[in-house]
């Protein structure tokens, strides 16, 4: 079995923008019907490839990154089921909810904030997530209440 599902994964359509490191062995995003799988991001300043000095220019910047991974497959933040975010310093977590909440309607996706010792880049943030392409027949709906 997992055979043939390596095999049909190797065929999926993968996205092609540069990645952070020419050559690295994975893609940004792997999308398998409606799903897309996406890759962990670091908000680097795209002038330096360095993390911002300001953790909250990094955590726009790092969900500017995922935004714009998901628009090269015409998905929006809206369309995250389910988010992991990476974290070297945890009392960052209310800096990071203040950008994070800008970027969604709610109702918001599932989400793990999740601390770490390091990042690559000495980045702050890292962040992945699910995403699945909302139609009529799937559309994200909030809970119903008890």
């Not at 809206?78 to 070297?88: G, I, M, R």
Request: charged share 20%.
């Amino acid at each position: 079995m997992l055979a043939g599902l390596s095999a049909s994964c190797q065929q999926l359509p993968r996205a092609n923008p540069p990645l952070p490191v020419a050559g690295a062995p994975f893609s940004l995003a792997v999308e398998a019907g409606d799903t897309l799988y996406v890759s962990g991001h670091l908000g680097l300043d795209p002038a330096t490839d360095k993390p911002p000095s300001d953790p909250t220019q990094e955590a726009r910047q790092v969900m500017t990154a995922i935004r714009a991974t998901l628009e090269q497959h015409k998905m929006t933040t809206d369309d995250l089921v389910s988010v992991q975010v990476f974290c070297t310093d945890l009392s960052l977590f209310n800096v990071f909810n203040k950008e994070y909440v800008t970027f969604f309607h709610k109702p918001y996706p599932a989400r793990a904030f999740i601390g770490v010792k390091d990042l690559l880049y000495g980045a702050r943030f890292e962040v992945m997530g699910t995403a699945v392409r909302h139609t009529a027949e799937n559309k994200k709906q909030p809970p119903a209440l008890p």
